[in-house]
Each structure stands twice: as structure tokens, then as C-alpha cells.
């Protein structure tokens, strides 16, 4: 089937433009000619398409992140479940699915462009059933060997790979004017992925459970969803042949300086937000045990959930600032912020006041979340501003693959700054191992945001030439 759309007469009220842009729909739902930089186009039907698609892909992805984290809020309930593991070996289950989630977005990056969005999103949602069931077979039996339970944790890691996919499926579907709060909208709906499932986990397992938990309905509740999200996909989204995988402008990038320079940023921003809530559950019943969860009824809370939360919902926030202030203004302010509550989390350590701890972390969770959407903003217009610098002008070839380069930059950098969900629990397992305490690793940690704050002010605060001297 052939669309097409021809813009408006001249004197519309709607804005026209010289081209027509001709869709052909292709069994596999697939769409060719897609041109949403057209704007006749784009609001004759090309938004409601876009926004279609962007509406099941922030689904998916949404129950990527909750299988993605499933293992941060079971892993405190396993001692209750009667499973006899180290505190280290819990740690490695909070950890490993994050460290396969960040390895995981490398691959995932190309396969829209490979197999199609709306084909890659049936098969990445599929996937999540595999870690979602066996975590619900392996807790319901305390005998379970240890490498079973790590090599199920591990599988949970798909669920992150899907930001990668999700974020490049979307990107091919909106115009430049739109992209940024598209995508902001995608990865904010995934983050409290994070949040809901350290909210809603304790409340099903404890729901009419009496003295025992139904541990294992934390894989089970979500195959509904997940079968949801599957059909949604199947029915309502599409492929779009124009969505090309750029190897050429990922090579490129992976010799640009400062992609790894942002990648150190971002390990230290959204590395901070996945491995602190990751985390956060755990922390909680180590340091306040009576505070782990609070009973309302028959189910239990845990108010563990309130870190990612919070830096989700900041996310978008940081971004805002960052258009306003300057991305690297605002990271070196985040930084900052994250320094002194990594600070003062030390000093709530040796006070054992719980609401204090609670606050402390709460902060440090909103300013990794600003600082999200503030580097996230910065790899454009350190681009942008790499392009200035050497004189190449807007419409040029060359021009044409800095945009190229700097969109890959943008999923590479994603990929890297997830390895912090694998650091941030290690370091705090390490600290525990060798000191009995987790003060060390929060001075580390303290250490480290000064350090990227210092990093950021002057290679990017200051005005440079090699950046064209451009604000950043």
C-alpha cells in the first residue's frame, strides 16, 4: 500500500514545503520513504505514526529496566526465602546483570538497523521472559547452587541491552526540532523500570503470603506485561527502511578523544544512578535493617525504590538546565552536588539515623539524575562545536558525517556509562570485604565526582578553540 502526502496550499494556515513525501507499506509492516524532516509530512500523519511507535517502544523498554533490576530487590529477600549466601555473593548478583546489560548495548545498537524497530522490539521483549520465568523457577528452591542463581542474575542483563535498541529505534523516527524530547521521554519511561520493580516486588510477595513470601512471583508477575508488550509491538509498530546501521560513523567515533571523555562522565552520572539503585535495597537492610521494609497491611514496602525514582523523574530536568545553562555548567554542578552527598552519607554512616541516610542518598540520587540529562545533552554540541572549530560548514558532506559521528557517540557513550551499574556495587563489596565498613568506598567515591567535576570544568567550561569556542 502507497501514501501519499503533497502539502498544503499556499496560504494554509499549516506550513508548507516544496517535496511530497510518499510512503510504501510493505507486508511486515515495514514503511519506505519515511522523511519526517518534511513537515507537510510530519503533521499529515507522520507525528501520529512516530508517536505510536515511541508509545510501545517506552513500554518495552520500561520492562526491560524492571527485568534488568529484578535481582537489586530479590537479592534482599533470598536470607528470608532460606537461602544461605555471603554478602559478597549477593553483591555479585546485584552486579553481573548490569555488567551484561552495558556489553549487551553494544550489539543492540545495530539491530534495528539490521532486523527493523518493530521486529528487534517483538524479539528483545521476548527475551525477558527467559530471565522473568527461571528467575521464578531458581528462588523457589533455597537448595539452588549459587552459579545457578549468578547465571540467571546474568541472563536479567537482556533487559539492558533494549535501552540501546529502544533509544536507536526511536532516533530514526523523529525530526532533529523533536529528537531530544522524544528521546528524553524514552529514557526516563525505561529508568523507572528501576523504581517500579523495587516497589511493586515487595508488595507481591508479601500480599497474602502469611509467614512465608511467594519470592518467585518476582519473575512471574510480569509475563502478562511482557506478552503485553510483545503483541504491541506485533500490532501497533513498524520498520523503516531508512533506519541504516552507521559502522563507518561508530569506527569514527571510537577515535574521537572525547567520546571517552563523555564516556567517563557518564559512568560517573548515569553509572552513579544504575549501580546506586541498584544497590540502594541492600544498603538499606545492611545499615537499617528494621528500615528495610515497612508493613502496611499484609504486604511490605520498601521505600528503596524512592532513589530511582526520584532520578528518573529528574532526568529530563538535567537536560532542560543543560539547554538553558550549558550541559557542562550544569554536569560540573551535579558533580558537585554528588560529591557532598557522597560526603555527607559518610558522616550519616557513624550517626545511624536512617531518615538522614534516606535524605542523603535521595539528593545524591536527583543530582545523578540532572547530571544524566545534562552530559547526555553535552555530546551533540561537543560535536557541534568539533565541527566549528575545524571549519566545516553546515550542508556539507562533511558536515553531514560529524552528525553521523555524533550519533553513534550518543549510543557508544550509552553503552560505557552502564558499566557503572557493575563498578559501584563492586567498589562497595570490596570497601566491605576489606574494611568491615562501606566509609572507604564513599570517600572513594567522593574522590571521584571531584575529580570528573574538576575534568569537566576544564576541558568543557572553559572556552576552547579545538571547540570551536562554543559554549558546551
Known amino acids: 500500500m502507497t501514501t501519499t502526502v503533497t502539502p498544503s496550499p499556499a496560504g494554509a494556515a499549516t506550513p508548507t514545503t516544496a517535496s511530497t513525501v510518499t510512503l510504501t507499506?510493505?507486508?511486515?509492516?515495514?514503511?519506505?520513504?519515511?522523511?519526517?524532516?518534511?513537515s507537510a509530512f510530519w503533521k499529515a500523519g507522520g507525528r501520529a505514526i512516530a508517536h505510536r511507535n515511541l508509545r510501545w517502544s517506552i513500554f518495552a523498554e520500561f520492562l526491560g529496566f524492571i527485568v534488568w533490576q529484578l535481582w537489586s530487590i530479590v537479592v534482599v529477600m533470598l536470607p528470608a526465602a532460606g537461602f544461605t549466601l555471603t554478602s559478597s555473593e549477593l553483591f555479585w548478583l546485584i552486579s553481573l546483570p548490569s555488567l551484561v546489560g552495558a556489553t549487551l548495548r553494544f550489539p543492540y545498537t545495530f539491530m534495528v538497523a539490521i532486523f527493523g524497530g518493530r521486529n528487534w522490539t517483538i524479539v528483545s521483549a521476548?527475551?525477558?521472559?527467559?530471565?522473568?520465568?527461571?528467575?521464578?523457577?531458581?528462588?523457589?528452591?533455597?537448595e539452588t547452587p549459587f552459579g545457578i542463581l549468578l547465571l540467571v542474575a546474568a541472563l536479567g542483563g537482556v533487559g539492558g541491552g533494549n535501552f540501546a535498541s529502544s533509544m536507536a529505534n526511536i532516533t530514526y523516527f523523529f525530526p532533529q526540532k523533536e529528537k531530544g524530547w522524544a528521546l528524553g521521554l524514552n529514557a526516563a519511561g525505561g529508568n523507572l523500570g528501576t523504581s517500579v520493580a523495587q516497589f511493586a516486588v515487595p508488595?507481591?510477595?508479601?500480599?497474602?503470603?502469611?509467614?512465608?513470601?511467594?519470592?518467585?512471583?518476582?519473575?512471574?508477575?510480569?509475563?502478562?506485561?511482557?506478552l503485553l508488550a510483545i503483541w504491541g509491538a506485533w500490532r501497533y509498530m513498524d520498520n523503516l527502511s531508512s533506519a541504516?546501521?552507521?559502522?563507518?560513523?561508530?569506527?569514527?567515533?571510537l577515535r574521537e578523544p572525547h567520546l571517552w571523555l563523555m564516556a567517563l562522565l557518564y559512568i560517573g552520572t548515569f553509572g552513579s544512578f544504575i549501580g546506586f539503585a541498584s544497590v540502594f535495597p541492600k544498603l538499606i537492610a545492611d545499615q537499617f535493617p528494621t528500615f528495610s521494609t515497612f508493613q502496611v497491611g499484609q504486604a511490605a514496602i520498601s521505600l528503596a525504590f524512592l532513589g530511582a525514582l526520584i532520578g528518573s523523574v529528574v532526568r529530563p530536568f538535567g537536560g532542560r538546565?543543560?539547554?538553558?545553562?550549558?550541559?557542562a555548567r550544569v554536569t560540573v554542578v551535579t558533580f558537585g552536588v554528588m560529591a557532598l552527598g557522597a560526603l555527607a552519607l559518610i558522616w550519616m554512616?557513624?550517626?545511624?539515623?536512617?531518615?538522614?541516610?534516606?535524605?542523603?542518598?535521595?539528593?545524591?540520587?536527583?543530582?545523578?539524575g540532572a547530571g544524566n540529562g545534562s552530559t547526555y545533552r553535552m555530546i551533540p554540541?561537543?560535536?557541534?562545536?568539533?565541527?566549528?572549530?575545524?571549519?566545516?560548514?553546515?550542508?556539507?558532506?562533511?558536515?553531514?558525517?560529524?552528525?553521523?559521528?555524533?550519533?553513534?557517540?550518543?549510543?557508544?557513550i550509552s553503552a560505557i556509562g552502564a558499566y557503572g551499574g557493575f563498578v559501584i556495587p563492586q567498589v562497595l563489596n570490596a570497601s566491605q570485604l576489606t574494611s568491615g565498613s562501606y566509609v572507604p568506598a564513599f570517600a572513594g567515591f567522593v574522590g571521584a565526582y571531584v575529580l570528573l567535576g574538576v575534568l569537566t570544568l576544564v576541558v568543557y567550561v572553559v572556552p576552547r578553540a579545538a571547540l570551536g569556542h562554543q559554549r558546551i
Open 381 to 412: 554540541s561537543i560535536f557541534a562545536g568539533r565541527a566549528i572549530a575545524r571549519g566545516i560548514d553546515p550542508g556539507t558532506p562533511e558536515a553531514a558525517a560529524v552528525q553521523r559521528k555524533s550519533a553513534a557517540a550518543l549510543g557508544l
Open 203 to 226: 508488595i507481591a510477595v508479601t500480599l497474602g503470603a502469611g509467614a512465608t513470601l511467594n519470592i518467585a512471583l518476582a519473575g512471574w508477575m510480569w509475563i502478562p506485561l511482557i
Open 25 to 38: 507499506h510493505r507486508p511486515g509492516r515495514w514503511i519506505d520513504g519515511w522523511n519526517p524532516e518534511d
Open 321 to 327: 538546565l543543560a539547554d538553558r545553562f550549558g550541559g
Open 126 to 142: 521476548a527475551l525477558l521472559l527467559i530471565p522473568a520465568v527461571l528467575l521464578g523457577i531458581v528462588v523457589s528452591n533455597p
Open 244 to 253: 541504516k546501521a552507521d559502522f563507518a560513523g561508530s569506527a569514527a567515533a
Open 349 to 368: 554512616l557513624s550517626l545511624q539515623n536512617f531518615w538522614l541516610f534516606l535524605g542523603c542518598f535521595l539528593v545524591l540520587f536527583a543530582a545523578t
